[in-house]
T-cell receptor
Framework: DGGITQSPKYLFRKEGQNVTLSCEQN?????MYWYRQDPGQGLRLIYY???????QKGDIAEGYSVSREKKESFPLTVTSAQKNPTAFYLC????????????FGSGTRLTVV | AQKITQTQPGMFVQEKEAVTLDCTYD???????LFWYKQPSSGEMIFLIY????DQQNATEGRYSLNFQKARKSANLVISASQLGDSAMYFC??????????WGAGTKLIIKP
C-alpha cells in the first residue's frame, strides 16, 4: 500500500544534540512538507519542498534543516539551535502544490530530556 | 494574511446526535480549497472532506458534509449520527494560490455514550 512512513515514532534527545527525523513516501508525490504541532494547537509549517534538490522555509524554520536528495525522502534535522524542540512532528506529501490535499505520516513525538 | 478560525476549542456531544464544527476563513483569493481533517489520539491526520471555492454544491462524504457559505466565508463540518469513534481533534484548513495549507487551531470533539 502507498503511504508515508515516519520514523521513529518516539525520539528522545539530550540538550545540545542534533537529531534527524525520517520521512519516506512511495506515493510518487512531488511535494513534501514538515509540520510541528504543540499540545492543543494547530500545525505550523517548518519546511516544504516541491521538487527534488529544492526546498523553502516555512513559518518556523529557525533551528531546523532539511534535504531533498530523492523524491521519496525528506528528512528533517532538529539542530541544537532549536531552543524548544519538544513537540509532535508531522510529515506530509501532496500531488503538485497540494490543491487536492495532503497525505500525512503518523508522526514523530520528540522529547528533550 | 490568510487566517482560519475555529471558535470551538472543545465540544461534548451525545452519541448518535449530529454535530456541527465551525470554521471561518479569510482569503482574498478567488480560487481556494477548504479541507477538514480528523486527528485521533494516535496522532495521524486523516482527510475527511474537501470543498472547492467554485463548487456549486456542498461536499458530502458518508456521514460528513460541509456547510459551505461562501459569502460568509464559512465552511462548517457536519457529522451526522455521531459515533464514539468520532472522538478526536478536528482541523479546518484552507489552500490557495500561495501553495500552502493554512490551519485552524482545531476543535476537540468528545462523544459521550
Amino acid at each position: 500500500d502507498g503511504g508515508i512512513t515516519q520514523s521513529p515514532k518516539y525520539l528522545f534527545r539530550k540538550e545540545g544534540q542534533n537529531v534527524t527525523l525520517s520521512c519516506e513516501q512511495n506515493l510518487n508525490h512531488d511535494a513534501m512538507y514538515w509540520y510541528r504541532q504543540d499540545p492543543g494547537q494547530g500545525l505550523r509549517l517548518i519546511y516544504y519542498s516541491q521538487i527534488v534538490n529544492d526546498f523553502q522555509k516555512g513559518d518556523i524554520a529557525e533551528g531546523y534543516s532539511v534535504s531533498r536528495e530523492k523524491k521519496e525522502s525528506f528528512p528533517l534535522t532538529v539542530t541544537s539551535a532549536q531552543k524548544n524542540p519538544t513537540a509532535f512532528y508531522l510529515c506530509a506529501s501532496s500531488i503538485d502544490e497540494g490543491v487536492y490535499g495532503y497525505t500525512f505520516g503518523s508522526g514523530t513525538r520528540l522529547t528533550v530530556v | 494574511a490568510q487566517k482560519i478560525t475555529q471558535t470551538q476549542p472543545g465540544m461534548f456531544v451525545q452519541e448518535k446526535e449530529a454535530v456541527t464544527l465551525d470554521c471561518t476563513y479569510d482569503t482574498s483569493d478567488p480560487s481556494y480549497g477548504l479541507f477538514w481533517y480528523k486527528q485521533p489520539s494516535s496522532g495521524e491526520m486523516i482527510f475527511l472532506i474537501y470543498q472547492g471555492s467554485y463548487d456549486q454544491q456542498n461536499a458530502t462524504e458518508g456521514r460528513y458534509s460541509l456547510n459551505f457559505q461562501k459569502a460568509r466565508k464559512s465552511a462548517n463540518l457536519v457529522i451526522s449520527a455521531s459515533q464514539l469513534g468520532d472522538s478526536a481533534m478536528y482541523f479546518c484548513a484552507e489552500w490557495d494560490s500561495n501553495y500552502q495549507l493554512i490551519w485552524g487551531a482545531g476543535t476537540k470533539l468528545i462523544i459521550k455514550p
